[in-house]
């Protein structure tokens, strides 16, 4: 994918309103006090060059959706609103799927992975943390999961369509003798603030 057409999808959708923003104060959950500090404001330049290097990844692999379809806007809500909601949820629910998902993949390192996470957002490590976790573990029967994530307008639908196309992306590389993570790692250097991103941002994996 060229970056222009990464970058126009992102901003975009930042017009839209799906940035890295809090909830609407109206919302319940939105008072609940954090269990992290949150950020204020719009997503910084490296949070939405995550969002932008996963798109670039799965345009790689085949796997994106076409760029005028429905699917292809669901899919760039869900990077960016599941990256708020794991980011900056003040609702245990939510928060408690992502250290669950990263402690099955980083084990005793995934304190660590949480706090770089809430910091800089996705990597691709992080994103396949909770696609794997989500799928084998599903957490929606609980409904504490789904109300907490409403807050930030997705839900199981929207995580369903991320966790297919990461999947499909993954195996397609995989079919081509090609590691994701090394593609997104490529991508995630050529997007905004992929040179300021430490280069072990996420434990036990680089």
Not at 19 to 25: H, I, N, V
Not at 157 to 181: I, M, P, T
């Amino acid at each position: 994918m060229r970056r222009s057409i990464v970058h126009g999808f992102v901003v975009l959708s930042l017009l839209l309103g799906l940035a890295l923003t809090d909830p609407p104060a109206s919302s319940a959950l939105a008072q609940e006090p954090p269990t992290t500090p949150r950020s204020q404001g719009r997503a910084s330049a490296a949070q939405v060059g995550t969002v932008m290097a996963l798109l670039a990844t799965f345009q790689d692999a085949g796997a994106l959706p076409p760029e005028s379809s429905s699917e292809a806007n669901r899919l760039i809500k869900a990077l960016i609103q599941f990256q708020a909601a794991f980011m900056k949820s003040g609702d245990s629910s939510v928060s408690d799927v992502l250290l669950q998902a990263l402690s099955a993949k980083f084990g005793s390192d995934a304190p660590a992975a949480a706090r770089a996470f809430r910091t800089d957002g996705w990597t691709s490590e992080s994103l396949e943390a909770l696609v794997d976790y989500v799928t084998g573990s599903p957490p929606w029967e609980k409904g504490s999961f789904e109300q907490g994530l409403r807050a930030y307008n997705v839900g199981r639908q929207d995580f369903e369509l991320l966790a297919r196309v990461f999947v499909a992306a993954r195996l397609d590389l995989q079919r081509r003798g090609q590691d994701l993570h090394q593609v997104y790692r490529a991508r995630r250097l050529e997007m905004p603030g992929g040179r300021t991103v430490p280069k072990k941002s996420t434990p036990a994996i680089e």
